[in-house]
């Protein structure tokens, strides 16, 4: 009696435990099979190249045809092996004399590699002649720029307020602004494309008047900008992978903040007791009200540089002009705080730049057209 039902208790406990290990056993076999299935698809594909290129050495171009496009169909192949494959091919059909299909070949092995270029042991000039029949350059490209930014501001027309104050001082910028930012490019034609940047910099500015050698007055602005250009730009190969350009165009810039300070120096004399004191006031404006929001510029730039493959790093220089001016004329005087206890008013100022950097970018598509 014990016996049997040790038995049975022991046979139960293996029927349970075969159910738990039976699932992932499956999964083993499965994923085994999978594996040597792979395998086997691939040295089948290995097999088939190393087939068509001994058919191909010994002449036998129909089934070496026939090959290589079953091969292309069946296979899951890697660029570099499709590339090898899609060049022979091409090869073969030149040898049949079928050149409709030889271009084709071509054309979808230039798709497959856009940087493809024939050995230079390649033995069969007919194929050679094919490839050079088709243009390649980029389409989309994205980089970033790292430059360096010098702004200026030229007064157009001066205001005053003291007559016996110089309202013709300059506007003097602090520093030189580095930048980053994003450039687009997109090559409509070999050697010409459209290109705009996208740009956010933040700059500020002084003015220091003095009306007597004891009565100051200082003003600094800070400024803040988005600024969106749209140029053509122009490339002159000068030899393999280097290559110079020009560029001229337009800008878009929106002006986001204006926040202006103002301080004043001058001893007030007491009119009962005759005594001095210094008189000292500051005070902080917003002065976006102030400012036309929306303004605009010309530019001009050259750069030369060297691209390998999708990869491009060029030196950069551009210059920006300003068009109309960031003050508004219908509100100079608006701040009274400013027009009458600090005697500021401003100038019709355009605002121009100097811009010296590098740029890094990429291609992210290619356009393959047959040009002869």
């Known amino acids: 009696m014990y016996s049997t039902c040790h038995f049975e208790r022991s046979r139960e406990i293996f029927s349970i435990g075969l159910r738990d290990v039976r699932p992932h ?31 191909y050495a010994g002449g036998d171009y129909d089934n070496c045809v026939q090959l290589l496009e079953k091969t292309l169909e069946d296979c899951d192949l890697s660029k570099k092996k499709k590339e090898i494959i899609l060049e022979l091919l091409a090869k073969a059909y030149l040898e049949q004399d079928n050149l409709v299909q030889a271009e084709k070949t071509v054309y979808k092995l230039l798709k497959n590699n856009p940087l493809y270029e024939s050995k230079e042991n390649n033995d069969h000039e007919n194929f050679d002649v094919l490839v050079k029949k088709f243009d390649i350059h980029p389409q989309f490209s994205i980089g970033l720029r790292n430059t360096g930014m010098q702004p200026q501001f030229k007064s157009t027309k001066t205001y005053s307020i003291l007559d016996d104050l110089d309202y013709n001082v300059p506007y003097q910028t602090k520093k030189t602004v580095l930048l980053y930012y994003l450039i687009l490019e997109y090559e409509f034609k070999k050697n010409l494309s459209l290109n705009t940047d996208i740009i956010n910099f ?3 500015y002084n003015r220091s008047f003095t009306r007597r050698p004891d009565w100051k007055m200082n003003y600094m602005e800070q400024l803040s900008f988005i600024e969106v250009p749209l140029y053509l730009k122009k490339y002159f190969f000068t030899e393999k992978n280097v290559s110079a350009y020009a560029s001229l165009g337009v800008g878009y810039m929106r002006m986001l903040q204006a926040k202006g300070t103002a301080d004043i120096y001058y001893p ?15 005070e902080v404006a917003d002065m976006l009200p102030q400012r036309n929001k929306n303004s605009y510029e010309w530019l001009a730039g050259i750069g030369v540089g060297f691209k390998f493959k999708n990869l491009g790093i060029y030196f950069n220089a551009r210059y920006s002009g300003g068009i109309n001016s960031l003050t508004s004329a219908a509100k100079r005087y608006d701040n009274n705080v400013l027009v ?10 355009k605002m121009n730049k100097y811009e010296i950097g590098l740029s890094i970018s990429y291609t992210l598509k290619n356009v393959i057209k047959k040009v002869r």
């Open 340 to 349: 009458n206890d600090y005697f500021y008013v401003d100038n019709s100022i």
């Open 202 to 204: 933040n700059i500020s």
């Open 25 to 55: 056993f499956y999964i083993l076999i499965l994923f085994s099979i999978c594996c040597f299935s792979t395998m086997s698809a691939q040295n089948s594909c290995e097999q088939n190249m190393k087939q068509a290129d001994e058919l």
């Open 268 to 282: 007030d004399e007491d009119i009962y007791t005759g005594h001095k004191t210094d008189y000292v006031s500051v």
